[in-house]
């Protein structure tokens, strides 16, 4: 009974084995981190993809499957499972070996590929797999997460697969624009071109980058699916299945709250009081929202090396969740401004900002090995009021130049240090 279903998970997963197919891997847009993945497939024997539900992590393995496929890989040297559905992994990996491989995982000689999509829901899953293929460089694992799992080995390589671009949801839509320079004059050339590119920000924007959202014509949809398709089941099905927390209703409440005061700096003793639960417990839920990329931090850098571990600055992970508690809210420039704020920091895998007194640097970037200020102020046109304390703020940190992220605006200003105010969609389309 128990090799009967085996069999039944295996040709239902494994379609490839008997059979051409069309998989929705070749029907969906390929990202760029895919080469990056595909890359390491071969080097690594351990593989680890995280990311937040709906981000595309199981279009990717599709899309690797395909490749493998495509190179003459043997079908029957590909192995997919979901650990989403309640499987005996053990049983299938046995059944793997003994029925289709007909020999020992530990043993093989040639390169086969196991991918498992979804392993939080299965705390024993490298232990399982490990003890079955044993050290055996010729078996590559390829593992997919919606929650970032403590104590893994170091030999599993993390590739992590955040919100799409700007440009990747640009080619989405057959839209490809020409390659921008982190350079003043290329900056200023392409600010003009393409400034008809920001009613396509403000529409990324509400989508948040999720691919899973991109197909939604109606705006009002947007809000409605992101609650219910993925923030409800990040909290109500993964984290309780994931963590075995009872009160998985808290992080609902810190989204909430979060995603109504973006970017603001976060008093965890503010939030036990008004929730009533110890601040441990208020800790511990947070720090599940970021495991489970619902929420990401800044930290108040004090000096090189050292941040402050009190007040961080908390983001919805995606804008679309922010959206999909307050889509009225979206209409003020202010709190655009905080959204754009986190999604850029994501994007620049920046882990840091500044603030003393009333000066703040709102994102510091750290390009090629030199740190770069980043001060984001959503308004059409700056005072020059509020670009002296800027620059008063930039002297604080010792820097020479800063970026200040505007609306619609292009210009350099020169005071003591030299300050390029641009648009959110410029930048980051100076990013791959």
């Given at each position: 009974m128990v090799i009967e279903m085996a069999k039944s998970w295996s040709r239902t997963y494994n379609p490839h084995w008997e059979r051409d197919i069309i998989t929705e891997g070749k029907k969906r847009f390929k990202r760029n981190i895919f080469k990056e993945v595909r890359d390491q497939v071969d080097k690594e024997d351990w593989i680890i993809l995280y990311g937040p539900l709906g981000i595309g992590k199981t279009t990717i393995l599709a899309q690797v499957i395909d490749d493998l496929l495509d190179n003459?890989?043997?079908?029957?040297?590909?192995?997919?499972?979901?650990?989403?559905?309640?499987?005996k992994l053990a049983e299938e990996l046995e059944f793997y070996e003994k029925n289709v491989l007909r020999e020992s995982l530990k043993d093989t000689k040639k390169e086969t590929y196991i991918f498992l999509d979804e392993v939080q829901y299965n705390s024993e899953w490298y232990y399982i797999t490990d003890s079955i293929k044993g050290g055996n460089e010729k078996v590559h694992v390829i593992a997919t997460a919606s929650y970032v799992l403590?104590?893994?080995p170091s030999n599993i390589k993390k590739i992590f697969v955040k919100p799409l671009t700007f440009r990747e949801y640009?080619?989405?839509?057959?839209?490809?624009?020409?390659?921008?320079?982190f350079e003043v004059l290329d900056l200023r050339r392409k600010y003009v071109e393409y400034l008809h590119l920001s009613e396509e920000f403000d529409s990324y924007l509400l989508t948040g980058g999720i691919p899973s959202l991109m197909d939604v014509d109606d705006i009002n949809?947007?809000?409605?699916?992101?609650?219910?398709?993925?923030?409800?089941?990040?909290?109500?099905?993964?984290?309780?299945?994931?963590?075995?927390r009872k009160e998985?209703?808290?992080?609902?409440?810190?989204?909430?709250?979060?995603?109504?005061s973006v970017g603001s700096q976060t008093n965890y003793n503010h939030l036990s009081s008004m929730l009533g639960k110890d601040i441990r417990t208020i800790i511990n839920y947070f720090d599940i929202a970021i495991k489970s990329f619902l929420l990401y931090q800044l930290k108040n850098k004090i000096e090189r090396g050292r941040s402050s571990r009190k007040l961080p600055k908390t983001y919805p992970y995606s804008p679309?969740?922010?959206?999909?508690?307050?889509?009225e809210k979206f209409s003020a420039d202010e709190y655009i401004g905080k959204v754009i704020e986190g999604f850029i920091a994501l994007h620049l895998d920046a882990r840091f900002y500044w603030k003393k007194?009333?000066?703040?640097?709102?994102?510091?970037w750290e390009r090629d090995g030199v740190e770069i200020p980043i001060v984001v102020n959503y308004t059409k046109r700056l005072s020059r009021r509020e670009?002296?304390?800027?620059?008063?703020?930039?002297?604080?940190?010792?820097?020479?130049?800063?970026?200040?992220?505007?609306?619609?605006?292009?210009?350099?200003?020169?005071?003591?240090?030299?300050?390029?105010?641009m648009p959110p969609w410029l930048l980051l389309l100076t990013l791959s």
């Open positions: 003459n890989v043997d079908p029957k040297r590909i192995l997919y499972l979901s650990l989403e559905d309640d499987l403590d104590d893994l640009l080619a989405i839509k057959k839209i490809y624009p020409k390659t921008v320079k949809e947007i809000s409605k699916r992101a609650r219910n398709e993925i923030i409800n089941k990040i909290i109500y099905m993964l984290i309780p299945r994931a963590e075995k998985p209703y808290l992080v609902e409440k810190i989204l909430k709250y979060i995603s109504y679309a969740y922010a959206y999909a508690f307050y889509p007194a009333n000066k703040e640097i709102s994102i510091i670009i002296k304390k800027i620059d008063t703020a930039l002297k604080k940190v010792e820097k020479d130049m800063g970026i200040i992220i505007a609306k619609d605006t292009f210009e350099i200003v020169k005071k003591e240090r030299e300050l390029w105010i």
